[in-house]
């Protein structure tokens, strides 16, 4: 029986439960689980995303979690390239890109290279962007209050 190599990505910022079920759920699907960490610039560039937790500190933080094996910095927006870099067999995804344009290209590119894409379910209730918007609605309030004291 061959090793199947598991790895699943994201940003991995403001960590949250559903962070954590796709690590768990990957783990429990293979012998071997690499997570890989988009870094801060791929976020800005692919995303448009200030991240709040910088690439280093996010890598830590998964690379302290008992399920992972290794962290993988990515540094390209091509999943190819991580592949080159990891050497992975499968490839473990929310589910919200199930049937995208995004999950179909993937999937066609990682059958050519032998890698199965596994979806699992997506965390609905709870995502980096929710709570990205929380805190900026907190801090927003936060500015507004300063601001109305100083005029008093």
Same mark, same amino acid.
């Given at each position: ?47 448009g ?8 500190e $996010?890598? +830590? ?6 399920? %992972?094996?290794? /962290?993988?910095?990515?540094? *390209? ?27 179909? $290209?993937? +999937? ?6 032998? %890698?199965?894409? /596994?979806?699992?379910?997506? *965390? ?26 100083a005029?008093?």
């Amino acid at each position: 029986m061959s090793l199947r190599i598991g790895y699943a990505a994201g940003a991995f910022d403001l960590f949250h439960i559903g962070h954590l079920n796709i690590l768990r759920h990957a783990k429990e699907n293979c012998d071997v689980l690499v997570a890989g960490v988009v870094s801060d610039e791929m976020l800005r560039q692919v995303k448009g995303i200030q991240p709040i937790v910088p690439t280093d500190e $996010r890598a +830590e933080i998964v690379r302290s979690i008992a399920f %992972v094996d290794r /962290v993988h910095v990515e540094t *390209t927006p091509d999943k190819i390239d991580a592949w080159n870099s990891v050497g992975f067999t499968h490839f473990f995804k929310g589910d919200d890109w199930r049937g995208t344009e995004k999950g179909l $290209r993937l +999937e066609r590119e990682f059958a050519q290279v032998g %890698v199965e894409v /596994v979806y699992f379910p997506y *965390t609905a209730h709870t995502s980096s962007t929710h709570l990205r918007r929380a805190l900026d609605q907190v801090l927003q309030a936060a500015d507004e209050h300063e601001k109305a004291i100083a005029n008093g």
